[in-house]
């Protein structure tokens, strides 16, 4: 009889503890993850910093063809074209000039050298991850090319069995766009490839009145990769391409 009460204890006891267990998972539990304002993995919730996040699942929801598309939704943001698809476009963060804000491909800085800008013109959303942006002076981080803010696209990360996409799209001016995807992972290699082609006979970058005024038409070839490898336990290292003809 002692033996079966002990038994019983210690079961409830074990119940009890698993409880907890549990609870203090779903305690520990994280919620969105933002690098680009602290330049390392912090919960959203706990970041001081104006931040928005346009994840893959809004990328694909919202079927444009370029990163300078997703971009317009954004508070804060301005985004400029002079004229159709191929036409300088510009972004600027909170009024600041565009050559104060910086943009980021995987880490790597973007911006003109010369001008201080970058051109969005030709920037599609193929194999794009997500895209964190940082509203505000970020030049204790960044440098003074941060001034208005940071654009981060970070470019997707293969994961699972091999997985291929393709799609075809069409539109007004004779607009037509055919993609092409392949993703694969494991827990040591991953892997990512996307191809596009975008062709547009446009509309003219001339006002109505110009002599000039007649279709500009644009066709846009992109092929992005991205290959990464676990070297140690908190170690890995990535190589991304991308490629643009446009």
Known sequence: MKKT??????????????????EEMKELELGEVVVTATKTEKQLEQVTSSVSI?????????????????????????????GGSGQNTSVRLRGANSGHTLVLVDGVQVNSPTLGSFDFANLTVDNIERIEIVRGPQSTLYGSDAMGGVINIITRKGAGKP?????????????YRETASLTAGSENVNFSLAASHLETE???????????????????????MKLGAQVFQDAQVAVSLRYIDA
């Open 5 to 22: 009460w002990i038994l019983s204890l210690l079961l409830l006891g074990l119940g009890f503890s698993r409880t907890g267990l549990a």
């Open 54 to 82: 346009i994840t893959h699942a809004e990328i694909e929801q919202k079927k444009v063809d370029t990163v300078a598309g997703l971009l317009r939704a954004i508070c804060g943001l301005d985004v400029t074209r002079s």
């Open 163 to 175: 997985r291929v996409s393709l799609t075809f799209g069409g539109g007004t001016y004779q607009t």
């Open 202 to 224: 446009g509309i003219s970058a001339a006002s109505e009145g110009d002599s000039n005024h007649e279709d500009d038409g644009y066709t846009n070839t992109t092929i992005s």
